[in-house]
């Protein structure tokens, strides 16, 4: 083994384990969701003092449990949803994983009743869907209610390797239409795919529904320098809002003061004293 290969393989591991623990990470948090909307149906159907809360279920539930980042009740409906679309993840479950949960025997009846019909229409293999796309992908494609349509999109996505922008992009832009529409479907896939936005194993992890999952504060996590450059581009924009005639001249520029040399954030210009900077 050379220097080079060393470096390489380094590299390559680092990929590797990079990738696992980010699906890891997506997996978990995918499953605890359609969980969450599993059981909420279940109680709705099933439960023993479900009459007490009626339409206030969510309400309660929310309040119950605020402790838990990111389960407020918008997102319990939308837990709600992504079981219903979506009832064939349970063939990724076992049973034990069921039981170690929930003790309650209708568990299985929902369980089995939603079985035969997936099987029926599932059209991307269950582990795909849950390897491959991440929960804020998914999120966006239980937007799409008609089948056809949002399993095209899953397709895509995940032959494309889409990041989630490219895939709000590609549906914000009537991509599944198009495709419809033209005569040449295939090329316009192959345009498509070329120009698409990829995703990478850290864009599931810096998610934000990743950090609440986690039990993180998205401010935990910020590099400073990222932290620098959000402030300066928001004092900026305050400075350019503040009147007429500003005009940036530099960012992060060096100017020597005595025999020093220091770093200026931001220059500006004006108008009104053109030969004058503020710093």
Known sequence: M???RLVKTISNTHGHFQQQAAKAVNVSLTLRNWLIGFYIVEFELHGEDRSVYGDKLFDELAKRLKSIKGVDRRSLYRFKDFYLLYPQISNYITDNQFALFSSSSSTYQIM???TPQSQNKAQVPVEKLITCLSYTHIEQLLQIKDLLKRTFYEIACI???WSVKELKRQINSLYYERSGLS???EMLSEISQQKAEKTNPSDIVKSVY??????LKVKDTVEESDLETALLDHLQDFMMEM????CLEARQKKILIGEMEQLVNLEFLSSLRPRTPIL
């Open 2 to 4: 050379n220097f080079e």
């Open 112 to 114: 089995g009743s939603a």
């Open 159 to 161: 032959k494309g390797t």
């Open 183 to 185: 005569v040449k479907p």
């Open 210 to 215: 990743a950090f609440e999952f986690l039990g």
């Open 243 to 246: 009147g007429h005639g500003f």
